[in-house]
């Protein structure tokens, strides 16, 4: 591009015919308008030359308020006819490119730099995208038209443009300074190569990221596996075992990978765009999506790992799409088999989930297939998601993390750790999901239903109802590299086998996956739903009049401002009335007039549910719901004696909530909270005593029901305890003892009205144990009887004392004292 006005013209013209055809939009332009500085020159490069890239690249600055890439330029005494330059020089009309030599106009830039030290120049790397996919050879409508690692002609780009001009995307990336290479003074050749070099790679990373690795066939993929050294071995071994042929065994592997691959089509992923933009739109209020940026800085240059929590079907179908619409590489999804149904089971294939057994057990060779297809997807550079939880939450907590798919990832790492691995946690939060009165049913106690493809119709009939908004919180990344060294340093000189797998590797395995539960919790979206929910779960009827909702809802959202839970969790926009009209929308809160007033409560069947929503983010209030506990039996408490109760509490919530804070932090928390529950007008403070308001006072009954929050967990927690302590010394076994708890939870559920399945769950009672076990409260002898520390009675009444009614600890010591009952009832 010259300054000569007819070549400014056809160029302008040659704008408008495209846009005629052509829709664009610039995927992230944060990092470049963040890090501009508008007193410096500025100038665009382009990974090679295109004159279309180029009119698209001129529209977008437009439109973005950016100086235009095709005006003129000064640096220095320097005046540049354009400010753009490419990185490679033209191709010939076969698309060939001769990458020898470097851009002019970079030359000229480094030659004045260098004699000007008060000069700059800001270089922003620019990419277009020309629909987003990755390449494979098995799609002939890939390879004629689709953005991808092969060299582009004239020609192509034509057709590239006519078939995919209506989905074209901009990447602005960071800007570079001119001036920070100059100052290396490695002279000019070199700097102008070192410039090369830098904007090279940042290109080729950015593409890896946008559109994906460069992908092979999937027939040549799966045929690679059975070629692993580790396969090769299993292959053998299955055929000794067996007694079968070699051929026979290598066959049989071939079989489990074709079962497992994925097979990543560009049509699908597109076809799916369409479709889920309208489902999105159609069932929901809107997605918001909270801190992507950070999962867009790292993408280039690192191996990323998604862990979704997992509440819905449609979760990795949404997180798939948000990613493709914001810029980046949708991932190679693990699914279940039992998603491979007929019709389906082929979409999803080739929408990027590959499949896997729910056990490998017993099976080395399937076992063997599937570890170097995962290790082929991280070599390769292929963005993978998993969920942690293994299955979709039924009760709206985050369930225990199975560490399956994390030990894989990490074996795989340590193989190989030349690509640095990020999990990055994401938190998806929905205000109504679309299996709702599914999990009604199983939190009641029915079986849970097979997956069936006649399920997608029944979508349809949920198109009557409104389902709220969906939010999207991405968690802060976990370097892997980062998270070993500080588990195992010099883990990075010790040598890796499979079959010598390091000792340290297991506790590793279970520490990520709690590491992951509690980022992803720490990433939680507090929405309306979840709120009201809490609020009403912790009256004694289900029902508050709307002042007193209103009241509660308020303490809520100026607790969780005043100490937020963490730097990536949210909170709903709006006060407690907009959050209350919301939930009315949404038919999930009923309404009753009277003379006085406007009762709002929930019904049986959404009292239920609504336990869901609230479980959703209990974490968040289970600390200050704690403190506030002490004070219903205690109008006054040390600060010391706080600290105690805590202390003694938090690990068994921590297990079970994942719980954010370390025992090192505690103390700095505990000052917070109780700081903002003075503030709130919850607590006094007296030369360092806290004090309760009046009984009979406002502000007593918001002590209250925010205390009431954690109280069914509290009563599962002295249970245990009194089961154990009735039944004396090495009397039950762990699997005993959870039975009983089982037992005692389903009748005191009857006999005090609690309306909330999860009470009586096995695996919160099973991991209450487990955690008593770890903490050195209970010991196992050699025939698996428990014992329990001398001080556990002492401690378990003081604590419980503080925390729950004279009337419920009656009530579980006499049930605990009928314990030949239960043991009957369990064994029967």
């Given at each position: 591009m010259?300054r000569?006005?007819l070549?400014r013209l056809i160029?302008?013209a040659?704008?408008?015919v495209?846009?005629?055809w052509?829709r664009s939009?610039?995927?992230n332009?944060s ?5 501009l500085?508008r007193s410096?020159?500025v100038f665009?490069a382009?990974p090679?030359?295109?004159?279309t890239?180029l009119a ?16 003129p ?10 400010a753009f330059f490419?990185l ?6 076969l ?5 020898r ?6 030359e000229?830039l480094?030659?004045?730099l260098g004699?000007?030290?008060e000069?700059d120049?800001?270089?922003i790397?620019?990419s277009?995208?020309w629909?987003?996919?990755?390449e494979s050879?098995?799609?002939p409508?890939k390879l004629l038209?689709?953005d ?5 002609g004239?020609l192509r780009?034509?057709l590239?443009v006519l078939i995919?001009?209506r ?7 960071a800007p ?11 002279g ?7 410039a090369?070099r ?9 593409k890896?990221a946008v ?8 027939r ?8 692993g050294?580790?396969?090769r071995q299993?292959?053998?071994?299955e055929?000794e075992?067996q007694?079968?042929?070699?051929e ?6 071939l079989?489990?990978?074709n079962?497992?691959a ?20 159609k069932i929901y209020d809107g ?8 999962v ?13 929590c997992?509440r819905?079907?449609?979760?990795y179908l949404?997180l ?6 914001n810029g ?6 693990a699914?279940?088999?039992n998603?491979n149904?007929?019709?389906v ?5 080739r929408?990027?989930?590959f499949f896997m ?9 399937y076992?063997a297939?599937?570890?170097?297809y995962m ?20 009760t709206g907590?985050?369930l225990?993390?199975?560490t ?8 795989s790492?340590?193989?190989s750790s030349r ?5 990055v946690p994401?938190?998806?939060g929905y205000?109504?999901?679309l299996?709702?009165?599914t999990y009604l049913?199983?939190l009641r106690?029915?079986?849970k ?6 399920d997608i119709?029944?979508v349809?009939g949920a198109?009557?109802?409104?389902f ?5 919180n991405?968690?802060e990344?976990i370097?892997?590299g980062s998270?070993?060294d500080?588990q195992?340093p ?6 890796y086998?499979?079959?010598?797998r390091?000792?340290w590797?297991s506790a590793?395995?279970r520490?990520l996956g ?12 507090v929405?309306p739903?979840?709120?009201?929910a809490l609020?009403l779960l ?6 508050l009049d ?5 009241r509660?809802?308020?303490?809520y959202?100026s ?5 937020p839970?963490?730097?990536?969790s949210?909170?709903?926009?709006g ?6 009209s ?5 038919q999930?809160?009923a309404e009753?007039s009277?003379a006085?007033?406007?009762?709002l409560?929930?019904?049986e069947?959404?009292?239920?549910l609504?336990t869901y929503?609230?479980?959703n983010?209990?974490?968040?209030f289970a ?8 004070f219903?039996s ?5 600060r ?5 109760f805590v202390r003694a509490?938090y690990?068994?919530l921590?297990?079970?909530?994942f719980l954010?804070?370390?025992p090192e932090?505690?103390p700095?928390?505990i000052?917070?909270w ?7 007008g919850?607590l006094?403070?007296?030369?360092g005593?806290y ?6 006072s406002?502000?007593f009954?918001?002590?209250?029901l925010?205390a009431r ?5 509290l009563q599962?927690?002295?249970m245990a305890?009194?089961l154990l302590?009735?039944s ?7 699997e ?10 389903q009748r005191?559920?009857i006999?005090?009205?609690?309306n909330a399945p999860?009470f ?8 209450f144990?487990?955690?008593?076990v ?14 329990y520390h ?7 009444e003081?604590v419980a004392?503080r925390v729950l009614?004279a009337e419920?600890?009656l009530?579980?010591r006499?049930?605990?004292?009928h314990r030949e009952t239960?043991?009957?009832a369990?064994?029967?």
């Amino acid at each position: 591009m010259t300054r000569s006005p007819l070549r400014r013209l056809i160029f302008s013209a040659l704008r408008r015919v495209l846009y005629l055809w052509v829709r664009s939009e610039t995927i992230n332009q944060s990092s470049t308008t963040l890090n501009l500085d508008r007193s410096r020159p500025v100038f665009y490069a382009l990974p090679s030359p295109a004159l279309t890239d180029l009119a698209v690249l001129d529209h977008e600055c437009t439109k973005a308020g950016l100086p235009r890439p095709v005006l003129p330029v000064t640096v220095g005494p320097l005046q540049e006819p354009a400010a753009f330059f490419y990185l490679t020089p033209d191709p010939d009309w076969l698309g060939r490119h001769d990458k020898r030599g470097a851009p002019p106009t970079l030359e000229r830039l480094v030659t004045v730099l260098g004699k000007h030290a008060e000069e700059d120049a800001q270089i922003i790397p620019v990419s277009v995208f020309w629909g987003q996919s990755p390449e494979s050879e098995s799609s002939p409508w890939k390879l004629l038209f689709a953005d991808s690692w092969a060299v582009t002609g004239r020609l192509r780009r034509l057709l590239t443009v006519l078939i995919l001009g209506r989905k074209t995307r901009v990447q602005f990336s960071a800007p570079i300074h001119l001036r920070e290479l100059v100052q290396h003074n490695k002279g000019h050749e070199r700097t102008v190569r070192m410039a090369q070099r830098l904007m090279r790679v940042h290109f080729r990373n950015l593409k890896s990221a946008v559109i994906g690795p460069d992908v092979s066939h999937r027939r040549t993929l799966v045929k690679g596996l059975v070629h692993g050294p580790m396969v090769r071995q299993a292959i053998r071994d299955e055929a000794e075992r067996q007694h079968i042929a070699y051929e026979k065994a290598e066959a049989l592997a071939l079989r489990y990978g074709n079962e497992i691959a994925s097979d990543y089509t560009y049509t699908v992923i597109r076809f799916l765009e369409v479709v889920l933009s309208w489902f999105w739109h159609k069932i929901y209020d809107g997605i918001k999506v909270n801190h992507i940026e950070q999962v867009q800085a790292i993408a280039p240059d690192h191996e990323v790992v998604y862990v979704p929590c997992h509440r819905s079907h449609i979760d990795y179908l949404l997180l798939s799409y948000l990613l493709f619409r914001n810029g980046l590489t949708p991932p190679h999804v693990a699914a279940g088999i039992n998603l491979n149904m007929p019709v389906v089971g082929g979409l999803l294939r080739r929408g990027g989930a590959f499949f896997m057994r729910r056990t490998f057990k017993d099976n080395p060779l399937y076992t063997a297939v599937f570890d170097e297809y995962m290790h082929t997807l991280f070599s390769k550079g292929f963005p993978v998601e998993y969920f942690v939880e293994g299955g979709r939450s039924r009760t709206g907590r985050m369930l225990r993390p199975r560490t399956g798919m994390l030990a894989i990832t990490l074996r795989s790492f340590l193989r190989s750790s030349r690509t640095p691995i990020a999990f990055v946690p994401v938190y998806i939060g929905y205000e109504r999901v679309l299996e709702g009165r599914t999990y009604l049913g199983e939190l009641r106690g029915a079986s849970k239903k097979k997956e069936s493809v006649f399920d997608i119709f029944k979508v349809f009939g949920a198109l009557r109802q409104r389902f709220g908004k969906v939010y999207v919180n991405f968690g802060e990344p976990i370097h892997l590299g980062s998270f070993l060294d500080q588990q195992q340093p010099g883990w990075r000189d010790q040598p890796y086998a499979p079959e010598f797998r390091p000792s340290w590797l297991s506790a590793a395995t279970r520490q990520l996956g709690n590491t992951v539960a509690r980022h992803l919790n720490e990433a939680a979206a507090v929405n309306p739903v979840n709120l009201v929910a809490l609020a009403l779960l912790s009256s004694s009827r289900h029902a508050l009049d709307q002042d007193a909702l209103t009241r509660v809802l308020d303490l809520y959202l100026s607790l969780l401002r005043q100490v937020p839970y963490s730097d990536h969790s949210t909170l709903p926009e709006g006060d407690a009335l907009a959050l209350i009209s919301h939930v009315k929308d949404m038919q999930l809160l009923a309404e009753q007039s009277d003379a006085m007033g406007r009762i709002l409560y929930l019904d049986e069947a959404n009292a239920v549910l609504m336990t869901y929503y609230r479980n959703n983010v209990l974490h968040i209030f289970a600390l200050p719901a704690l403190l506030a506990s002490f004070f219903l039996s205690s109008s006054r408490i040390s600060r010391a004696q706080i600290g105690q109760f805590v202390r003694a509490l938090y690990p068994y919530l921590q297990t079970e909530l994942f719980l954010r804070w370390t025992p090192e932090q505690l103390p700095e928390v505990i000052d917070q909270w109780l700081a903002a529950l003075v503030e709130q007008g919850l607590l006094r403070c007296e030369d360092g005593m806290y004090i309760r308001p009046a009984p009979s006072s406002q502000p007593f009954v918001l002590l209250t029901l925010l205390a009431r929050a954690i109280t069914q967990t509290l009563q599962r927690f002295y249970m245990a305890t009194s089961l154990l302590l009735n039944s004396g010394q090495h009397a039950l076994s762990a699997e005993e003892l959870e039975s009983l708890c089982v037992m005692m939870a389903q009748r005191l559920s009857i006999l005090h009205g609690l309306n909330a399945p999860e009470f009586f769950d096995k695996t919160l009672f099973r991991h209450f144990i487990q955690t008593l076990v770890e903490q050195g409260v209970l010991y196992a002898d050699a025939g698996g009887k428990l014992s329990y520390h001398e001080r556990l009675s002492e401690l378990s009444e003081a604590v419980a004392k503080r925390v729950l009614s004279a009337e419920l600890r009656l009530s579980i010591r006499q049930v605990a004292l009928h314990r030949e009952t239960l043991s009957t009832a369990v064994i029967t």
